[in-house]
C-alpha cells in the first residue's frame, strides 16, 4: 500500500483543516488506518485510528473531541477533521496502515509523506 497524505497549511488558532490520505492498490480496506505527528523536536506521537471497516474510531486524549477520523474504502481514502485548531497541534502529519489495532509506530506496515500543519496563534 502506498499513501499519500495531503491538505495540510498555515490557518489561524480555533481554525479548521481537512487532511487526506490517499491509498493506491487495492487492499486498503484491509488495513487499520492511523494518523500520527511529529512537533519539531519532539518524537513522533499517535493521533487518531479508524479500523478497517471503519466502525471503530480512537483518539488521543490531546485532540478527543476536536479531530474526527474517517474513511472512505470505495475511494480509498482517509481523512482527518480538525477543528479548533491549537498552536500545539503544529506539527508534519503523517498516515499509517497496520495489519493491527495499535498507536505505536513500530507496528505500522506503511507510511506515507507527512503533510505540514501549521497554527499560528
Known amino acids: 500500500v502506498q499513501l499519500q497524505a495531503s491538505g495540510g497549511g498555515l490557518v489561524q488558532t480555533g481554525g479548521s483543516l481537512r487532511l487526506s490520505c490517499a491509498a493506491s492498490?487495492?487492499?486498503?480496506?484491509?488495513?487499520?488506518m492511523v494518523w500520527f505527528r511529529q512537533a519539531p523536536a519532539k518524537e513522533r506521537e499517535f493521533v487518531a485510528g479508524?479500523?478497517?471497516?471503519?466502525?471503530?474510531?480512537y483518539y488521543a486524549n490531546s485532540v478527543k473531541g476536536r479531530f474526527t477520523i474517517s474513511r472512505d474504502n470505495a475511494e480509498n481514502t482517509m481523512y482527518l477533521q480538525m477543528n479548533s485548531l491549537k498552536p500545539e497541534d503544529t506539527a508534519v502529519y503523517y498516515c499509517?496502515?497496520?495489519?493491527?489495532?495499535?498507536?505505536?509506530?513500530?507496528?505500522?506496515?506503511?507510511w506515507g509523506k507527512g503533510t505540514l500543519v501549521t497554527v499560528s496563534s
Open positions: 492498490g487495492h487492499t486498503f480496506s484491509s488495513y487499520n
Open positions: 479508524i479500523s478497517w471497516g471503519g466502525g471503530g474510531t
Open positions: 499509517a496502515a497496520s495489519r493491527e489495532m495499535g498507536v505505536a509506530p513500530g507496528v505500522m506496515d506503511y
